[in-house]
């Protein structure tokens, strides 16, 4: 089974949630909402926070390096034995193209990739072995090099 999961910042305090993204219909308004088991363990409670809909962003389904959940919008640092290579990547989702090395051309991709100015964009790929979370476009936007 897939879990689609999300983070977005709450509108109350702006502190960030994770969970499922809903946007009812006929609502204008955004929604995370989260699962919290009582002291018995044997039912769920559902918490709803409204939640900023521009700061919302998917779960890859991937970790980094040290076990932290990787989301679209996030910064990494690309690790390859201790040394940081090529600068901070912000994480996105979409169509990019990719370079097939078999075709020897580029083709269109679709799914999350790692993206920096003055650089191709690229598939995440196996990110427990090289990438590391160092913020957020919405946190530390000074992160970035454009």
Same mark, same amino acid.
């Given at each position: 089974?897939?879990?689609? @999961?999300?983070? /977005?910042?709450?509108v109350? %305090?702006?502190?960030?949630?994770?969970?499922?993204?809903?946007?009812? *219909?006929?609502?204008?308004?955004?929604? +995370? &909402? !989260?699962?919290?088991?009582?002291?018995t363990?044997l039912y #769920?409670?559902?918490?709803?926070?409204?939640?900023? #809909?521009? !700061?919302?962003?998917?779960? !890859?389904g991937?970790?980094?390096i040290?076990?932290?959940?990787?989301?679209?919008g996030?910064?990494?640092?690309?690790?390859?034995?201790?040394?940081? @290579? *090529?600068g %901070?990547?912000?994480?996105?989702?979409g !169509?990019?193209? /990719?370079?097939?090395p078999?075709?020897?051309?580029y083709?269109?991709?679709?799914? &999350?990739? /790692?993206?920096?100015?003055?650089?191709?964009?690229?598939p +995440?790929? #196996?990110?427990?072995?090289? /990438?590391?979370?160092v913020? %957020? +476009?919405?946190? %530390? #936007?000074?992160?970035?090099?454009?």
């Amino acid at each position: 089974m897939e879990e689609y @999961l999300f983070k /977005a910042k709450r509108v109350d %305090n702006e502190r960030w949630e994770k969970g499922y993204y809903v946007k009812l *219909v006929g609502d204008n308004h955004h929604y +995370i &909402f !989260t699962g919290v088991l009582d002291i018995t363990g044997l039912y #769920p409670t559902l918490c709803r926070y409204e939640v900023f #809909p521009e !700061t919302c962003q998917r779960y !890859t389904g991937l970790n980094d390096i040290s076990g932290t959940q990787i989301y679209e919008g996030d910064i990494i640092e690309s690790h390859l034995g201790g040394q940081v @290579l *090529v600068g %901070n990547m912000v994480i996105k989702y979409g !169509t990019y193209q /990719a370079y097939c090395p078999a075709d020897k051309q580029y083709m269109d991709s679709v799914g &999350f990739y /790692a993206s920096k100015k003055g650089y191709p964009d690229m598939p +995440i790929g #196996p990110t427990e072995v090289y /990438a590391k979370v160092v913020g %957020n +476009i919405y946190d %530390n #936007p000074e992160l970035l090099d454009d």
